[in-house]
T-cell receptor
């Protein structure tokens, strides 16, 4: 597609349920990033993939958060046993390649609400 | 630890005014600094990117400056329009962690018609 696509756009879940958020990066983009944006805050880095390899997961807040990109294209962010503090917008970004000169292109995000 | 601060947190100005948004960062070891725009319910749109060796960048009515030594950047918007209403985010790319971007909390801008 023309841009980064995220689905679903909105997700409501009860506390304790598992959720899965999907990101389709721009075709051909090697690098993929996940960010968490709480209400009124800037995005915070969660994890980064280079192709299928997860090179940095230092931002994942707990072991309930898991991300994968098995074929180096689509990525899924999974949150197990959701808590109310997981409520946020989850943004995905992709870039053509690694390196600071490569701009990151952002999707519109998935707004997650935990009841 | 790099911290990015944006002042003010919110701003309302009448249409047509010129305005300045401020961003400060604690560690000058950055690769570049970027200003983004975020509309409600949307992702981030890059407005201007300033490399650490540059002093400013301009695009249309927008001008961004960077003073790396003092850890400051400003985004100047000339002749503001209601369509400029959005949240503006400042972000720095770390010199030694080139894939990580640190964002400020943003300035919510409202242009009054």
């Amino acid at each position: 597609g023309a841009g980064v696509s995220q689905s679903p756009r909105y997700k409501v879940a009860k506390r304790g349920q598992d959720v899965a958020l999907r990101c389709d990066p721009i075709s051909g983009h090697v690098s993929l990033f996940w960010y968490q944006q709480a209400l009124g805050q800037g995005p915070e880095f969660l994890t980064y993939f280079q192709n299928e390899a997860q090179l940095d997961k230092s931002g994942l807040p707990s072991d309930r958060f898991f991300a994968e990109r098995p074929e180096g294209s689509v990525s899924t962010l999974k949150i197990q046993r959701t808590q109310q503090e997981d409520s946020a917008v989850y943004l995905c970004a992709s870039s053509l390649d690694r390196g600071p000169r490569q701009p990151q292109h952002f999707g519109d995000g998935t707004r997650l609400s935990i009841l | 630890k790099q911290e990015v601060t944006q002042i003010p947190a919110a701003l309302s100005v009448p249409e047509g005014e010129n305005l300045v948004l401020n961003c400060s960062f604690t560690d000058s070891a950055i690769y570049n600094l970027q200003w983004f725009r975020q509309d409600p319910g949307k992702g981030l749109t890059s407005l201007l990117l300033i490399q650490s060796s540059q002093r400013e960048q301009t695009s249309g009515r927008l001008n961004a400056s960077l003073d790396k030594s003092s850890g400051r950047s400003t985004l100047y918007i000339a002749a503001s329009q209601p369509g400029d209403s959005a949240t503006y985010l400042c972000a720095v790319r770390l010199l030694n962690r080139d894939d990580k971007i640190i964002f400020g909390k943003g300035t919510r801008l409202h242009i009054l018609p």
